[in-house]
């Protein structure tokens, strides 16, 4: 059915058309409607869930950590000092394989205390065992939401999954979308090999010699490595069934690009509009948009031969851009020339704190690219 959403309620109306169980959620702005609409869904009994009203984000994914181990759908919302404030929760959930779904209102930490777009909450999470989207409209909110529950819930992956949207730029914004009247058998009844069992007692939680240990965050590797195959079969049933395409990352304009900006979330959107200004001045520019952190994707075929310029709306003090960095490492073989020589990426930090960026700026940062530069938006050494 064709509506109009915000990003909040696209995700709220997702948790709902996947039927999911128990939702365990604490309130904090940018992610707020996200809650409201949930427990109000809950309350009109469109949803048939059980509803967890806690006093702390740390408790929330503690309230999802429970419901989670008995098998059931499972679904939280938070944003930036609620994710860090469950970051213990997090690491846990994802080390039980716990095929918990949260959204995450993507916003700056403070101090200085501020409520604008931001990505390093959220990356600040991606060493977890959580896989992590970034999505860039309202309908695409509502999809990788349902997708989410799929992928994680899959025998071969049971991690846990992070929808990221940009705080106010998308969780605020009202855009066209389709919802879906009937899933079908798209997304199957949860069946979680290791759920408690109250006819088959087990132990949860007990301590773990270092070889078991080992052993079980291998585990977690293989997870993540066999999510690749599990997201792209998601992803590809759903454009199959429902009409729309996705993938582990997008491409605009990228076949006979000579420079290409990657970016995530609304500013790879953005940048599209600047790809256009850019051609028509003759540079023959692309976006290279990043869905999935984690798993992170190979784009060494992607941007081989290619300029790069990667904006990072995140930071990591002492290293760099995260975005630029990830791609640095996964991708090294595609900035390496036939003579030998590095053509690495130009890495434009930009948008911290919501800290508005326009397309023309994205034109400025590719006119003015330099292999391996770090520049600063609006930032004068």
Not at 63 to 92: D, K, N, P, W
Not at 225 to 250: H, L, N, P
Not at 326 to 353: C, H, Q, W, Y
Request: charged share 20%; proline share 4%.
């Amino acid at each position: 059915m064709l509506t109009f959403s915000t990003g909040n309620k696209a995700v709220a109306t997702a948790v709902k058309d996947a039927k999911t169980v128990v939702v365990a959620a604490y309130p904090i702005t940018p992610q707020t409607e996200v809650v409201e609409e949930t427990a109000n869904n809950v309350a009109s009994g469109e949803l048939k869930a059980r509803y967890i009203p806690v006093e702390s984000e740390h408790s929330s994914m503690g309230a999802c950590i429970g419901a989670a181990a008995t098998g059931v759908r499972t679904f939280t919302a938070t944003s930036s000092h609620g994710l860090v404030y469950m970051c213990e929760q997090i690491h846990m959930s994802a080390a039980a394989r716990l095929p918990i779904v949260m959204a995450n209102a993507n916003r700056a930490l403070g101090p200085g205390w501020n409520i604008g777009a931001e990505h390093t909450d959220s990356m600040s999470m991606r060493d977890s065992g959580w896989l992590q989207a970034y999505v860039s409209t309202v309908q695409e909110a509502y999809d990788t939401t349902l997708m989410a529950f799929r992928i994680a819930e899959n025998e071969n992956v049971l991690l846990p999954v992070m929808i990221n949207l940009d705080g106010f730029l998308l969780t605020h914004i009202t855009q066209p979308m389709d919802t879906i009247d009937d899933l079908g058998d798209y997304l199957p009844p949860t069946n979680t090999p290791h759920a408690i069992d109250i006819n088959n007692p087990g132990g949860y939680g007990t301590l773990t010699p270092p070889t078991e240990h080992f052993k079980f965050r291998h585990d977690i590797q293989r997870g993540m490595k066999d999510s690749v195959a599990v997201i792209e079969d998601a992803q590809a049933d759903f454009a199959k069934r429902f009409g729309r395409t996705y993938g582990m990352y997008e491409e605009y304009l990228c076949d006979d690009a000579d420079v290409v900006i990657v970016a995530a979330g609304t500013l790879a959107k953005e940048s599209e509009v600047a790809a256009d200004i850019l051609r028509k001045e003759g540079i023959k520019a692309g976006v290279l948009r990043i869905r999935w952190l984690r798993p992170f994707p190979d784009l060494t075929a992607a941007l081989k031969g290619k300029d790069v310029v990667v904006i990072d709306r995140d930071y990591s003090f002492g290293l760099g851009g995260i975005l630029v960095n990830e791609i640095r490492t996964k991708a090294l073989e595609a900035f390496i020339g036939k003579d030998g020589k590095a053509n690495l990426p130009f890495s434009v930090i930009a948008g911290l704190g919501g800290q508005e960026v326009t397309y023309d700026d994205i034109a400025d940062f590719v006119r003015n690219r330099k292999s391996g530069g770090e520049l600063w938006f609006g930032v004068t050494e």
